[in-house]
């Protein structure tokens, strides 16, 4: 019965004023396990079924869009051990739960420097995005060796050579051919950010994308969140006032 509750948007959220897209950095699995006396790593494995979670409970509410922030550019400065954890954690969730994010109407897709993952995740991502290309109950991203300037840069420079080539005049380049050439091109900006573990700061994520999100910190670490804090997290978005620079 509880369980049933849950799958059904709370009463005290209104179904029109919903985030269509929710951005995610899921900070915090670290200190959650040396809380525990645990490894790292234990929390980045706990902080699997707090996501796995979450994305359900979009789906079930009613969320057209989840972006999750997986690795940081930046965190390949982190000890050998730990990386090389993470990049077989997220091969085997990939694998482990692409039959039921097919069953779901999960599309999943990916933004970040790909190219130089390791060769049997760059598998994993290509296959799970071809196999779930075309489902629609919501669409999940996910952001590994992502790095927000990165991005930028790499946009710049296509837009350059394109210049360069003689195929687009510089006073044509504007926002909208600016966000064709992101990752996230085709895809709307967040309207809510989420970040756990207390830190409030962007960690180099998604700095164009996000210009106009609305941003929802928490203390809880990452693999405690859960769908009661979603909740309150939706609660509080509902209280904004979007203003977009108008009065
Ligand atoms: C396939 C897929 C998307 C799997 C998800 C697994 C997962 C939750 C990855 C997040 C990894 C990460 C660097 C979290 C930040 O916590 P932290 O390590 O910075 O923790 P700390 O701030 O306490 O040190
Ligand atoms: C959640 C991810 C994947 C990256 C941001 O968290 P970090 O823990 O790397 O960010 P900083 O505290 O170093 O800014
Ligand atoms: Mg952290």
New binding site residues.
């Given amino acids: 019965m509880t369980a049933k509750l849950l799958q059904t948007l709370p009463p005290d959220l209104d179904r029109h004023r919903l985030p269509k897209h929710v951005a995610v950095i ?7 396990a040396k809380q525990k006396g645990m490894p ?1 790593i234990a ?2 494995r706990q ?2 079924d ?2 796995k979670d979450l994305l359900r409970c979009c789906k079930d509410w009613g969320i057209a869009a989840l972006t ?1 922030y ?2 940081s550019t930046e ?1 390949w400065s982190r000890p050998a051990q730990e990386v090389d954890f ?1 990049m077989v ?2 091969e085997r ?2 694998r482990h739960e692409l039959e039921e994010m097919c069953r779901e109407g999960v599309r999943i897709s990916f933004v970040g420097d790909l190219d130089s993952l390791p060769k049997s995740l760059r598998s994993e991502i290509e296959r799970s995005q071809i196999a779930t290309a075309n489902n629609q109950a919501i669409h999940f991203t ?1 952001a ?1 060796n992502y790095g927000s300037r990165r991005e930028i840069l790499k946009v710049c420079r296509q837009i350059a050579e394109a210049a360069q080539a003689g195929e687009i005049k510089p006073e044509n380049i504007d926002e909208n051919l600016f966000e064709q050439h992101l990752y996230t091109a085709g895809t709307d900006n967040p309207d809510l950010l989420i970040r756990t ?1 207390g ?1 409030m700061r962007l960690s180099n994520f998604l700095l164009w994308q996000m210009a106009y999100t609305e941003m929802y910190f928490t203390h809880t ?2 693999p405690d969140f859960n769908r009661s804090e979603f909740h309150l997290a939706l609660i509080d978005y509902q209280e904004r006032d979007r203003r977009f620079g108008k009065v």
Avoid: P, Q, T
């Fill in positions: 899921m900070d915090g699995n670290g200190r959650w790292r929390g980045h902080g699997v707090a996501l999750v997986a690795f965190n993470l954690l997220f969730m990939l996910v590994i573990s830190e670490l990452w």
